[in-house]
């Protein structure tokens, strides 16, 4: 995932833990449900990650983004309220679901009942006991938005020989930069500790290009609206994948809350809705490659 945020519950226990405190905390633990318990409940709790623009973040208590926007009319569809469970990244995806789908968070037990914007792998599928990955809904691709004034043509990174450019830190376009033409472009690197410091470099003008998802390159070019920003996509050499689809997932024995997800995305995307939300963030929409 391109965001990582603290584990601040887990940081919290070890503390208590080292202080010798011992508390008894009842709390209650909610479960991923089945569609007809979602149905009978009249709500439903969607996960979408934080800080994560375009797709999902928080601003002055209002949840904002793309996933947040497509959850809604999921539940729209569905006739249910939507509750929005909103956390970082964790280490990596199987975390992710583990923590978000069917076990929770360390203190509270807290789960959702559907994660958005999973990357659609069949070997995370394999892997995943206790959660399903279904129903993919767009195409991610990795892209760079640049400053035509400096880089007019970016038909290779090996402009970024004597250019520099932004990057979200252990990200895909990381490690790819890290290792292009031998590690020549260690020096042209400018790393973010989270997507928005690297976008900040881009938008406020210390890079002439950034590397991420083509989505979030587009989004950065709405926001740099003091450049002539265009997006490209240069040959990756070596990368281990230039794109993937992106979908949704559930606990193990919530299939069919998932197939009926799926029937309402396609419905979305038929529609044309899918690709106005996108569009609203300066986002093109690209249907999922399977």
Known sequence: MFVKTPLSPFKAYRLLLSLGLVFFIVVSTAHARPLDDVVDSGDITIFVYSD???YSWEKDGEYHGIDVEVARALGEKLNVEVKILMRGADENLDDDLRVNIWKGDLVYRRVADVMMHVPYDPEVNARNEFAVLMAPYFQEKMAVVADRAVLPELDTFGRFLTNSIAVEVDTA??????????GQLHKSIRRGRTFAEAAALY????VPA???????????ATQAQGRDSHITQPPMPGIVRTGWPIGIAVKHDSRDLGYELAE????????????????????QYSTPEL
């Open 210 to 220: 950034l590397i991420a998802s083509k989505a979030q390159a587009e989004w950065v």
């Open 173 to 182: 376009g990381d490690f790819f930069l890290s290792n292009a033409f031998r």
């Open 52 to 54: 994560y623009a375009p």
């Open 264 to 283: 309402l995305l396609s419905q979305l995307d038929s529609s044309g809705e899918l690709k106005v939300i996108y569009e609203r963030y300066g986002v």
């Open 203 to 206: 938008i406020d003008g210390e």
